[in-house]
């Protein structure tokens, strides 16, 4: 199965709890904390749950910038597609 990237639009953020990646990340380091430790300090995830991909994978690689991937968010494929 191939991947559903979209480039164009990138994912920087826990929209519902209005908290970014680079927030997340700097946490992360400082504490040591994994992604359980990350939702209960900021609540994370609890909303739509639409970031918890993205905070894994921002966990992971240390990215906290990432491309939409609309087979992560199955609602993101009625986004318009980029041009
Ligand atoms: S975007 Fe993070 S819970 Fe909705």
Known sequence: MSEQRDDAIMVDRCVCFDVSFRQLKQQADERDADFDELQRAF?????????????????RTGETVLPLRRDWNPSASELPAPK
């Open 43 to 59: 609540g994370c995830g609890r909303g739509c749950g639409m970031c918890v991909p993205y905070i894994k994978e921002m966990l």
